[in-house]
């Protein structure tokens, strides 16, 4: 069976081909009017006609989040809790910033609708469901979120009864306690369901007779059903299949500790590997929470794309604004005329304008020129500065996820990927006093390729508030999922306000102790609660083989060099530009690269 790694980005879709035999690949411009058409026009490229396999990883419902394009939603809840969405937490999205306001909520106060009924923290009524539900006549979709429903859904499902709207059950969703996360999460998905329901409905009819899956955040694949229903699940699937690969090429090389740096058109994302990659319902997009298992991402408005710009103080700054993929940066000949971090590193050669997209799309060195020169007289040296801006943005989010979390990022290997992130790998590794770097084999395409090597993963929680030793009371939890799998237990110490997801066991407590150590330095004595449960059903799907390279060990001399011509063992000195198809990789003056058995090119410090 052949089998098709496919990734929507913002600015590029790419594509994986396992064919039984060797892997292709492919690249074509997304489009935002038409992502299914992009995709359609990469298959009829790559792999015409025949059976297969497609794993797709869309940002689809995060375009339709950010730009506000999602439905029309009405919100059913609690009476009096009718403006919680509003309200949220009183927590800053940034602390410091005199001017930061918080989004926009995604439902009106209009459309939100208080339901006279009450539930109990322990499920029990305490007054029940009352009343006809209102006319939503101008709604689109509609999420129900009543108070305590993940202890007993039973006036959610009452109320859902008669609504032909496409619908989103919080207690379906996310049935645990917090009731902020919760809601908002709920009409998350509510307001991007439409949206993906079309898109994947029109996907699977013109993709008819192949098996069509739907990469989710949480590093997993799933069906175009599930995906339909819960779309928020899939709003960090392209970085998620990145982080996939990463994982495994760690475990190929025995590498205990790295940092995947993905930075594409227009923006970037940072995971850590410390013998695996974290997951998480702590996440958040757009300043609103995700209470849904997510890999652990920190993503930064940073890209290929991003645009520089003078600033009203006079200073330089860069992103997140992005001009994606239309018109795309100057360089692209597509009328883009803006100043882009692709325009800087062609003015500075980083780039050969013959060989970039593997030929298919020549640069063009003036327009770029042009571009970067509306922001000073020193071309050359407005380039050097848009990158050194570019690099200090890729430097606070490798930070993030290293620095603020304990980690010394000496210790541990970059893993750049993603059409610009090579590009920039040396010098962040230089700025975070990081030895390695290792470029995998198509790097541009990394993430698709993550899609293929993704098991079918299915992961359903429960609440349990209750103290560790309440074995009963977290068993019953653990039932209520109906799931059976790999468990695990978010648990705090008394008094905490958040949790640390722990595999569950007999030594769970001592788990628990050492993963709070080595998150916030130090462990307690004190009892331990357990917040909520989830079970992870992982069902093994099939991946394509890793190919090896033919021995070599040439040595290339500084300047442009074509990786599809590298051998294993053969080895390269800066300045070098590595071209190929999906990527290019500039290796800078001072450093020294060689080609392991696999393909991939480690770079270190001369």
Not at 127 to 144: D, H, N, T, Y
């Amino acid at each position: 069976m052949k089998l098709v790694g496919i990734d929507v980005g913002g600015t590029f879709t790419d594509f994986i081909l396992w064919d039984g035999r060797t892997v292709r690949t492919h690249k074509v411009l997304s489009s935002r009017r038409d992502p299914a058409g992009a995709v359609m026009r990469g298959l009829r490229e790559i792999l015409p006609s025949g059976p297969a396999t497609l794993v797709h990883g869309s940002t689809l419902a995060t375009n339709a989040f950010i730009e506000r394009r999602g439905a029309r939603v009405a919100l059913l809840t609690t009476k009096g809790f009718e403006d919680l969405l509003e309200i949220g937490r009183q927590d800053r999205g940034r602390l410091y910033d005199l001017e930061w306001q918080k989004p926009e909520p995604l439902v009106p106060r209009s459309r939100r609708f208080g339901i006279d009924e009450r539930i109990a923290a322990d499920g029990s009524v305490l007054r029940a469901l009352k009343g006809s539900m209102p006319a939503l006549r101008r709604a689109e979709a509609v999420a129900v979120c009543f108070l305590h429903s993940y202890a007993n859904p039973r006036h959610e499902r009452v109320a859902a009864r008669g609504i032909r709207l496409p619908l989103t059950l919080s207690s379906d969703l996310a049935p645990e306690y917090r009731e902020y996360e919760r809601l908002a999460t709920t009409v998350l998905n509510a307001y991007v369901m439409p949206v993906m329901e079309r898109y994947l409905r029109e996907l699977a009819a013109r993709t008819r007779g192949r098996e069509l899956r739907i990469m989710v955040s949480s590093g997993g694949q799933t069906t175009p059903r599930k995906a339909a229903r819960a779309p928020v699940h899939t709003l960090l699937s392209g970085p998620a299949g990145g982080a996939v690969a990463v994982s495994h090429l760690c475990h190929r090389l025995g590498l205990p500790r790295a940092i995947a740096f993905d930075m594409g058109g227009t923006s970037t994302d940072v995971s850590l590997y410390d013998g695996g990659i974290d997951i998480t319902k702590e996440g958040s997009i757009g300043g609103f929470p995700l209470r849904v298992p997510i890999l652990d991402l920190h993503t930064a408005g940073a890209g290929g794309g991003s645009i520089a710009r003078i600033d009203p103080g006079g200073a330089l700054r860069v992103g997140p604004e992005s001009a994606g993929a239309e018109p795309g940066p100057a360089c692209y000949g597509r009328g883009g005329r803006a100043p882009t971090v692709t325009d800087a590193h062609v003015v500075l050669g980083r780039i050969d304008p013959a060989l970039f997209f593997g030929g298919r799309m020549r640069l063009d060195v003036a327009a770029a020129r042009r571009a970067v020169g509306r922001l000073g007289r020193d071309v050359l040296a407005v380039a050097r500065s848009i990158l050194d801006v570019a690099g200090a943005n890729l430097e606070r989010a490798v930070r993030a996820v290293s620095v603020e979390r304990g980690h010394d990022p000496a210790r541990f290997v970059l893993i750049p990927f993603g059409g610009a992130g090579p590009l920039h790998a040396c010098d962040l590794a230089e700025r975070l006093s990081m030895a390695r770097v290792l470029v995998p084999r198509w790097p541009g395409l990394l993430s698709a390729l993550g899609m293929t090597l993704a098991d079918e993963i299915e992961e359903r929680s429960a609440s349990a508030l209750c103290d560790v030793a309440d074995r009963s009371k977290i068993e019953r939890a653990f039932k209520t999922t109906g799931l059976r799998g790999k468990r695990f237990a978010d648990l705090r110490y008394g008094g905490q306000s958040w949790e640390i997801r722990t595999p569950w066991g007999p030594h769970a407590e001592r788990e628990f102790a050492r993963l709070h150590a080595r998150r916030h330095g130090y462990a307690r004595s004190a009892p331990v609660e357990v917040v909520s449960v989830s079970v992870r059903r992982v069902v093994p799907r099939p991946k394509p083989p890793f190919e090896r390279l033919p021995r070599g060990g040439q040595g290339w001399r500084p300047g442009v060099v074509l990786r599809a011509e590298l051998k294993a063992g053969d080895r390269l000195v800066g300045p070098s530009v590595v071209m190929e198809d999906n990527a290019t990789t500039f290796v800078k003056e001072g450093w020294r690269g060689r080609v392991d058995t696999w393909g991939n090119l480690d770079l270190r410090p001369a």
